[in-house]
């Protein structure tokens, strides 16, 4: 059987039973086999029983917890399964060291912006402003440097986003709260991809705290914000696009009584099934000459960065191609 992400929208509980995981509210309860679950998203008030919660630690499962109003709020991360302590020193060694770490910093943002730029291009936008901060970014020297090239590149990227979006407004990036329906939909599903990130590290030898271009900090992995700067404009802000100019989500899908603009229950539940469609969607690998899912894309970047991290093979980032 092939595991699945599962997104739990409602409130409820997860218990255990024999080799059975069931969710419970008060539309009854749901039975879930171990062997039937890849992670677990919350994003409703989850109780887990410790049974639940062991038997998930075992089977390798990651839970991620998001609030109320949809904000990440942390991950059950297991024992690691792939423990590797040569990687793991060689990792920490390539963030210690000055060019080392320059260089996979600037691998992350060229990739984002050659990612953004591929996406402005598909569609019918002018890539000129955003492909422009690569020159800033291969005279960096430093990490507060790379951050900045990669600033400029954003903020040209999203002045095209009002012309993109036909039903929505976005005028400019806000958060922590949005202020408008575009950017509540851009700040979800950033959180859900940097859980899938995160998700995907847990089955590689990678250390997820330490990270090359944000800077590690305690109580976060870092090393899923590195990863994920890839995959916004592949994953996130091509669904955002899609969902707004199809009119699947609309100003009914949204609720703004909590000082901002966030996705109410309706809408949380539209965007986490367009979400993992496109997770599970496949694209022919130019390398690997067969079908690779886009969850599976954030694997193969996670394997090369080891490879990399070994000596083993230069990292080149993951750029769109089709």
């Known amino acids: 059987m092939r595991r699945k992400n599962f997104y739990i929208v409602s409130d409820g509980k997860l218990k255990r039973k024999e080799n059975t ?3 419970e509210n008060e539309e009854g309860r749901r039975p879930i086999p171990i062997s039937a679950i890849y992670a677990i998203y919350a994003l409703g008030s989850l109780t887990v029983t410790s049974k639940a919660l062991s038997y998930l630690a075992k089977e390798g499962v990651c839970v991620h917890f998001f609030n109320r109003y949809g904000f990440y709020e942390g991950s059950f991360y297991p024992r690691e399964s792939l423990v590797s302590g040569e990687v793991v020193v060689r990792q920490a060694e390539h963030y210690l060291d000055r060019d080392k770490r320059l260089y ?9 912006i050659m990612n953004m ?12 402003e955003v492909i422009s901060a690569l020159q800033a970014l291969s005279e960096a020297e430093k990490i507060d440097e790379v951050m900045g090239a990669e600033a400029i590149a954003r903020n040209a990227y999203y002045s095209k986003f ?7 407004k976005f005028e400019r990036r806000s958060r922590q709260p949005p202020e408008n329906e575009a ?3 851009i700040s979800f599903g950033n959180s859900l991809l940097y859980s899938a990130v995160l998700s995907e ?3 590689t030898q990678l250390h997820p705290a330490i990270s090359f271009l944000h800077e590690p900090l305690e109580r976060r992995f870092s090393l899923a914000l590195d990863i994920a700067e890839l995959f916004k404009p592949v ?3 091509r669904l955002v696009f899609n969902l707004v100019n199809r009119k699947v989500v609309t100003e009914s899908d949204f609720d703004d009584r909590f000082n901002g603009v966030l996705l109410n229950e309706n809408g949380r539940k539209k965007f ?13 690998h130019r390398k690997l000459k067969r079908n690779v899912s886009y969850q599976r894309l954030i694997r193969l970047e996670c394997y090369k960065l080891v490879k990399h991290i070994l000596n083993a093979e230069k990292y080149r980032p993951f750029v769109m191609w089709w």
Do not use: C, P, Q, W
């Open 183 to 185: 950017n509540a939909m």
């Open 104 to 112: 996979l910093a600037k691998a992350f943002v060229e990739g984002s």
């Open 235 to 237: 994953i996130v802000d």
């Open 117 to 128: 730029a591929r996406v402005l291009r598909k569609n019918g936008e002018d890539d000129t």
């Open 162 to 168: 009002d012309t993109i979006l036909k039903n929505m």
């Open 272 to 284: 986490v099934k367009a979400f993992n469609e496109r997770l599970e969607k496949t694209v022919k």
């Open 201 to 203: 590290i847990y089955h």
């Open 21 to 23: 995981i069931y969710f």
